[in-house]
């Protein structure tokens, strides 16, 4: 089962495959969803080896293999140290009818994983001096609602979810749970107000500083917002159960809720190699400083316990999810669910390993097929 830090309120270098494995994952990733019998017994233990070894990246397009059939995943995957793409795949069938294959081009939504780009941006501001994290909120907002809670809540804690602000406070008046600062909890309106912040500092909407800061210069050619109406006619529909009484309900799936509309806390989309991009671009230095990078992937208080920041696996850095597992593996990165939404990018920076998977159904196999290929990165059985 997913533990989600949105719903918990937690939050090798040198070797290379080998000349037929590498053709194999190439051809994967090329051709799509290649309908094949699998030839390994995919319910067994991965391999010993990590991604080290050509045998774990064959047992892991073979475990994909299986839950494609067996459960019907769709969707897409990414594994990659460095620059380099160990694995790749487009998984399965895009539509409810199951008559279309998920396609190199098919992109999927991001969900909460906007908030990634959103804190971005913001860090790149206080690179810039025009604002600090530390700022309260109020005097960039001159018409934020509450003059004094304006006061007392600030950049960081908008970024770290712990500015008290229920999730829905704008929409439905959710209130203010906790005095600024002194706890942590999810928030999506706190992430709504950062989108505010960089439009009135920059005088542009949102989705265009995002697009001129991030996308264009990274060259993250399929990434963008969904407009109002809808997404583009690649992106992937939300693939929901069928409740009982409804129509068609013989269907595994049928299709959900149309995207939502773009903002600062969800409604992007996007693809593993563009993410890929990101993170590259991220650890490479050419996005924001190391130290901004080193900033963001520092656990923040109030969550962080003093004795162990990390206290059960867990940590908010500043827009980025921080996990350590049973191992001591650190990454960092971001997830994203809603009904049809399931997206999930790691880095492990010990490795210098990126995870990327996205999907649009609900399907536990998306929870299991992320946590098996997480286990052979950190080597946690």
Not at 37 to 61: C, F, K, Q
Not at 317 to 323: A, R
Request: glycine letters at 12%; one cysteine or more; hydrophobic letters at 35%.
């Amino acid at each position: 089962m997913r533990t989600s830090f949105a719903n918990t309120g937690r939050g090798p270098s040198g070797n290379h495959l080998g000349w037929i494995a590498v053709l194999g994952v190439l051809l994967g990733s090329m051709l799509g969803p290649v309908i094949r019998p699998a030839r390994a017994d995919a319910t067994s233990s991965p391999p010993a080896g990590g991604l080290r070894s050509a045998e774990t990246i064959d047992w892991i397009h073979q475990y994909v293999e299986t839950l494609m059939h067996g459960d019907e995943l769709g969707g897409k995957i990414l594994v990659a140290r460095g620059n380099l793409t160990l694995f790749q795949r487009s998984i399965g069938y895009v539509d409810a009818r199951r008559s279309l294959p998920v396609m190199p081009e098919t992109r999927f939504e991001l969900g909460s994983g906007t908030k990634m780009l959103t804190a971005i941006v913001t860090m790149l501001l206080v690179e810039e001096g025009r604002i600090q994290l530390d700022d309260p909120i109020g005097p960039i907002l001159p018409t934020f609602p509450d003059a004094d809670l304006g006061e007392r809540i600030t950049v960081r804690q908008l970024l770290s979810h712990s500015s008290g602000l229920g999730s829905d406070w704008e929409t439905a008046g959710d209130g203010v749970r906790f005095e600024p600062g002194t706890q942590h909890r999810y928030s999506d309106s706190g992430y709504l107000l950062l989108g505010r912040v960089i439009e009135e500092v920059t005088g542009e909407d949102f989705v265009s500083v995002v697009r001129r800061r991030i996308l264009e210069p990274l060259g993250m050619t399929h990434t963008d917002f969904c407009g109002p109406d809808e997404g583009p006619t690649d992106l992937a529909p939300r693939l929901v159960r069928p409740a009982a009484g409804e129509e068609e309900t013989s269907a595994i799936w049928i299709t959900g809720p149309s995207a939502v509309r773009g903002t600062s806390s969800e409604g992007s989309f996007s693809t593993p190699p563009d993410l890929l991009r990101l993170v590259r671009a991220l650890v490479g230095g050419t996005l924001v400083r190391p130290e901004t990078l080193a900033e963001m992937t520092t656990p923040q208080p109030p969550f962080a316990s003093a004795d162990d920041p990390y206290e059960g696996g867990h940590a908010y850095g500043l827009g980025l999810l921080l996990e350590r597992s049973d191992t001591g593996t650190l990454s960092w990165g971001h997830e994203g669910f809603a009904p049809g939404v399931n997206f999930e990018l790691r880095h492990f920076p010990a490795d210098d390993v990126t995870f990327v998977l996205f999907c649009n159904q609900e399907n536990d196999a998306f929870d299991e097929l992320n946590q098996t290929v997480r286990n052979i990165i950190t080597g946690d059985r």
